[in-house]
């Protein structure tokens, strides 16, 4: 364990639950199952067009009220360590905390989501803690309401991944209308170990922009739900492979796999899915897919929201 002090810096599935004296949130990974690039602002802003969806696997963020002023953060899990060196000013989870309560907090993050990964780790972070200052507030349906509020300031993706369920992502990330009716499919989620800056990614992106997607009300399958999202694209993709060629040897190694109905990058990388029918045919795509230096999941979409 790291910690980052005052800030002093130093696991649940599904929806919260208490455990003991502290309240804990599973933070999901959010990914893009396609990503347009469709406009920007006048301030520099991209405007994006995508479908987004919440995988089995997560972080998970636990907090404590502390008799003592202040907020204490503490890391854990497989990749805390990768963030332990970070400036405690611009962690989202510290921030979202100070934004709505932040005093006389413990606050420990187990991290087991890649750091810089495509699959928003840390707005899922902050967006659990700010279900957590909710919970914790005397009016929680005041606070959660602010939560929304306070969620948009601080990133695209908060405020998707306040609710994390399925949804149309637009603008910079603000406007969320429901997803289509999503078919029973599962994921397999590859990282290979290389984070990948957004910036740079956008920055290498060539000019030119696409046009948002024409999406059913439903889809009656994994197949034709696949089938659909191939005619789209992530248009971070090809930028982002250019900064970090392995991107595409994951892809390729997910793609050859036995049942992958899709293979693509989440986000603006370095993590990639492949898209199966069936849990047993990811798993088995899991256990061949990697090599030991991956991160590799495989599993069922997230569909609670625990706000």
Avoid at 58 to 67: A, F, G, N, Q
Avoid at 209 to 237: G, H, I
Wanted: aromatic share 4%; proline share 7%.
């Amino acid at each position: 364990m790291s910690r980052i002090d005052d800030v002093a810096t130093t696991p649940v599935d599904g929806v919260a639950e208490d455990h003991g004296d502290a309240l804990m949130e599973a933070a999901h990974a959010k990914i893009n199952l396609y990503l347009h690039v469709v406009g920007r602002r006048a301030d520099g802003y991209h405007l994006l067009d995508s479908l987004a969806v919440f995988a089995g696997a997560h972080d998970r963020l636990r907090v404590r009220r502390s008799p003592d002023p202040g907020l204490r953060f503490a890391l854990e899990g497989r990749f805390g360590a990768a963030l332990a060196g970070d400036d405690p000013a611009g962690n989202l989870v510290i921030r979202a905390a100070r934004a709505v309560s932040g005093d006389g907090l413990d606050l420990t993050l187990e991290k087991n989501l890649p750091v810089a990964s495509g699959i928003g780790g840390g707005s899922a972070d902050a967006a659990a803690c700010l279900r957590l200052m909710a919970r914790l507030g005397q009016d929680p349906a005041h606070a959660a309401g602010r939560s929304v509020a306070v969620a948009a300031s601080l990133g695209a993706d908060v405020p998707v991944c306040l609710a994390q369920r399925p949804a149309r992502m637009r603008g910079i990330g603000e406007i969320l209308d429901p997803a289509p009716r999503l078919p029973a499919c599962f994921l397999v989620l590859v990282n290979c170990g290389v984070g990948v800056s957004t910036q740079a990614v956008f920055r290498a992106r060539p000019p030119g922009f696409r046009p948002e997607a024409a999406l059913p009300a439903a889809w009656p399958d994994a197949q034709a739900m696949a089938a659909d999202l191939a005619r789209l694209s992530n248009d971070l993709e090809a930028p982002a492979i250019a900064l970090c060629p392995p991107i595409a040897t994951v892809l390729a190694a997910i793609g050859a796999m036995q049942g992958c109905l899709l293979a693509r990058m989440s986000g603006s990388g370095a993590t990639c899915f492949g898209l199966f029918a069936t849990l047993a045919a990811a798993e088995l795509a899991a256990s061949r897919v990697g090599r030991p230096d991956w991160w590799i999941w495989a599993g069922p979409l997230h569909e609670i929201s625990s706000i």
